[in-house]
C-alpha cells in the first residue's frame, strides 16, 4: 500500500504538470501572434481542455484502452461509455487495478494528453480559423482520432504487437497533432501579408515574446510530467533518467537551433531558440526513457537544426505556420520516433524499421481523417474569416471584447 501511495501521488504531480502545460502552450500562441486575435486562441486553448477532458470521459478512454480481445486485429474496439470505477465486493474502489497507479489517477493522466493534439492544431491556423470551424474539429479529432490511434500501441493494439515503440508520444501525441496541422495549413491558406506578390515570406512578428519566452519555459516544466510520468510510477532509477535525458535534449536542442539559426541568418532569433528547445523535447519523447545522457544530447542537437531546416521548408512551401507547430511537433516527433531506432537500448536496423512503419501508419491515418474533416467542415460552414475580420482582428469580431483594454484606443 505504501508504495501504491508513493506512485500514485508522484503520477498525480505529473498529472498536473501536464495540464500546466496548456498554460505554456497559450503564452506561446498569443506571444508569437499579434495582439488583435489573443481573446480567440486564449479561447480555443481552453475549450481544447475542458472538451478534451470531457470527451476523453465520455468515450475516448475506452476508445484507447478498449482490452483488445485475444486474436483480435487490434485496430479498432471500445469498451463502453464513461469511466465506471473497479469496486471491491464492499463498493469501494479496486486498489488492485495496477500496482503503479489508481483507475482513476490513469483516466486523469492520459487524459491530460488527449487535449495536447488539439493544442498543437491551434497554433498553426491562428489568426485566420472560424473558430465553430475549429471547435467542431476539435470535438472529432480529439473525441475519436486521438484515442483510436494511441490505442494501436498505448492500448495494446497491433503496432505494440509489431515492435512499435513510442515512450511518451513523439508520434501519438506530437505527430498525431502535427499531421492534423499540416493539413489544415494547407486547406486554409497563408494569413494575409505573409507571402509578397513574389511569393516570399514576410515576417508577421508577435506582440509580446515576453509571453512567448514564458510559455516555452512552462512547457519545458511540464515535461517533467510528460516524460516522467509517462514512466507510469516512482521508479526512482528510471524516473531521474527520463528527467535527464528530458532536460539535456532540451538544452542541446535550443543551443543547437540558435547556432544554426545565426549561421543561416546571420543574427540571434530568439523565437528560434526557443522553438529549438521544443524540438529537443518533442525529439527526444519517444525514447526517454532508453537514451544515455550522451545520447540525449545528440537527440537534442540533431532536433534543433532540424528545427530551423523545417521553418524553412514550411516557408518554402508557402505555407503559413504562425507559431512553428509543424516543424517543432512533427517533424521533431518523427524524428524522435525514428530515434529510437537509431539510438538507445533498442537501436537496430529491425527497430528502425518499426519506427518507420509506424510513422507511416500514423501519419498516412491521421493526414486521411484530416483532410476528411477539415474539407467536409469547408465545405459546410466553411473554414476561414472573412477578409476583413482577419484584418481588424477575430477578438473584435468573434468575441466582442479585447485582451487589453486600451487596445482600441491605441488603434486610433
Known amino acids: 500500500m505504501e508504495l501504491l501511495t508513493t506512485n500514485n501521488v508522484w503520477m498525480m504531480v505529473c498529472t498536473g504538470l501536464v495540464f500546466f502545460m496548456h498554460l505554456g502552450f497559450s503564452f506561446l500562441e498569443i506571444g508569437l501572434t499579434r495582439q488583435k486575435n489573443t481573446i480567440n486562441i486564449l479561447f480555443k486553448n481552453v475549450f481544447i481542455i475542458c472538451t478534451g477532458l470531457l470527451l476523453y470521459y465520455i468515450g475516448g478512454f475506452n476508445l484507447m484502452y478498449p482490452g483488445f480481445a485475444e486474436g483480435s486485429s487490434g485496430i479498432f474496439s471500445f469498451a463502453g461509455f464513461g469511466i465506471p470505477a473497479p469496486l471491491t465486493a464492499e463498493g469501494v474502489l479496486d486498489l488492485t487495478y495496477n500496482e503503479g497507479y489508481t483507475y482513476y489517477t490513469d483516466f486523469l493522466f492520459q487524459g491530460m494528453f488527449a487535449a495536447t493534439a488539439a493544442t498543437i492544431v491551434s497554433g498553426a491556423v491562428a489568426e485566420r480559423i472560424k473558430l465553430g470551424a475549429f471547435m467542431l474539429f476539435t470535438v472529432l479529432y480529439v473525441g475519436l482520432v486521438y484515442p483510436i490511434v494511441g490505442s494501436w500501441k498505448w492500448g495494446g493494439g497491433f503496432l505494440d504487437a509489431m515492435g512499435f515503440y513510442d ?185 528502425f524499421i518499426d519506427q518507420l512503419v509506424g510513422v507511416g501508419i500514423v501519419g498516412a491515418f491521421c493526414c486521411v481523417i484530416s483532410f476528411v474533416i477539415l474539407y467536409a467542415i469547408k465545405a459546410t460552414i466553411g473554414l476561414r474569416v472573412s477578409e476583413e475580420e482577419e484584418i481588424e482582428g477575430l477578438d473584435g469580431h468573434e468575441h466582442g471584447m479585447d485582451a487589453y483594454s486600451d487596445f482600441r484606443l491605441n488603434q486610433h
Open 167 to 351: 515512450f511518451a508520444g513523439s508520434t501519438l501525441v506530437h505527430s498525431v497533432g502535427g499531421w492534423a496541422a499540416l493539413i489544415a495549413i494547407y486547406l486554409l491558406g497563408a494569413r494575409i501579408g505573409k507571402f509578397d506578390a513574389n511569393g516570399k515570406a514576410q515576417a508577421i512578428p508577435g506582440h509580446n515574446i515576453p509571453l512567448a519566452a514564458a510559455g516555452v519555459l512552462i512547457l519545458w516544466l511540464g515535461w517533467f510530467g510528460f516524460n516522467g510520468g509517462s514512466v507510469l510510477s516512482a521508479d526512482p532509477g528510471l524516473t531521474s533518467l527520463v528527467l535527464v535525458t528530458t532536460s539535456l535534449a532540451a538544452a542541446a536542442g535550443g543551443v543547437s537551433a540558435f547556432i544554426t539559426s545565426t549561421i543561416m541568418y546571420k543574427n540571434y532569433d530568439l523565437t528560434m531558440f526557443l522553438n529549438g528547445i521544443l524540438g529537443g523535447l518533442v525529439g527526444i519523447t519517444a525514447g526517454a526513457d532508453l537514451m544515455s545522457p550522451n545520447e540525449s544530447v545528440v537527440i537534442g542537437l540533431i532536433a534543433g537544426s532540424i528545427i530551423v531546416f523545417g521553418v524553412a521548408l514550411i516557408d518554402k512551401l508557402k505555407l503559413d505556420d504562425p507559431v512553428g507547430a509543424v516543424a517543432v511537433h512533427l517533424i521533431c516527433g518523427i524524428f524522435g520516433t525514428l530515434a529510437v531506432g537509431m539510438f538507445g537500448s533498442k537501436a537496430g536496423m529491425g527497430q
